[in-house]
């Protein structure tokens, strides 16, 4: 997380060549059918729609990661260490600049406020997972592999496609979940005194 950034990207980008290498020679002399054509391209569409979900989910979440990290170092040295006069003196009133000491952990209580409500670790997980399946399907689909080696090119796109369909379903069913158990959880009515069915029972002696 925190190593040379010139580096990680530099390996990141050549990590990336290589697997766009490899997909090239696993899809090349595939299924050229007008019919394939457009079930590939809709695939793809879908890859490339997770996969910028997941790279801009896993910014923001790396972000406030290391705003949380470097904010809580400074927020604890600014609490225990002084400034010496001499270095502030040129300042007009610096007595009243003592309110700044809190500013760092104001940073870092936002910064968790961000993580907190906000599932972006989760989001980008499930993203790359649902962009990893997706190309698993297309390149079996290529490659003729079973499920997709029917007897009839039509027999393979309408596999390829309700397999391809039923993972994007999937992927908005649990986002449809996810929300609607947050809506339930924050839409909860207390209990009220005198309302259970222990308030209800009747006392004995």
């Excluded at 580096?7 to 290589?18: D, I, S």
Aim: glycine residues 8%.
């Amino acid at each position: 997380m925190f190593g040379f950034p010139g580096k990680r990207c530099a390996e990141e980008k050549e990590l990336e060549e290589r697997l766009d290498a490899l997909r090239t020679t696993l899809l090349k002399d595939g299924r050229s059918s007008a019919e394939a054509v457009r079930a590939i391209a809709y695939c793809e569409y879908q890859i490339r729609t997770y996969e910028d979900w997941y790279e801009w989910n896993e910014g923001k979440w790396l972000l406030w990661q290391k705003v949380i990290i470097i904010g809580g170092v400074i927020a604890t040295l600014a609490g225990v260490m002084s400034v010496p006069t001499q270095w502030i003196e040129w300042i007009p009133d610096h007595a009243s600049l003592g309110w700044l000491r809190g500013v760092p952990a104001a940073i870092v209580t936002i910064a968790a406020g961000f993580m907190g409500s906000f599932t972006y670790r989760e989001d980008a997980v499930r993203h790359e997972l649902t962009s990893n399946a997706l190309w698993n399907e297309l390149a079996k689909f290529q490659g003729h592999a079973a499920p997709y080696n029917n007897e009839t090119e039509k027999q393979d796109i309408s596999a390829f496609l309700n397999t391809v369909c039923r993972i994007v379903e999937n992927e908005l069913h649990s986002w449809s979940a996810l929300v609607a158990g947050h809506r339930a959880d924050g839409n909860r009515p207390e209990p009220k005194s005198g309302s259970g069915p222990a308030d209800q029972a009747p006392k004995t002696d």
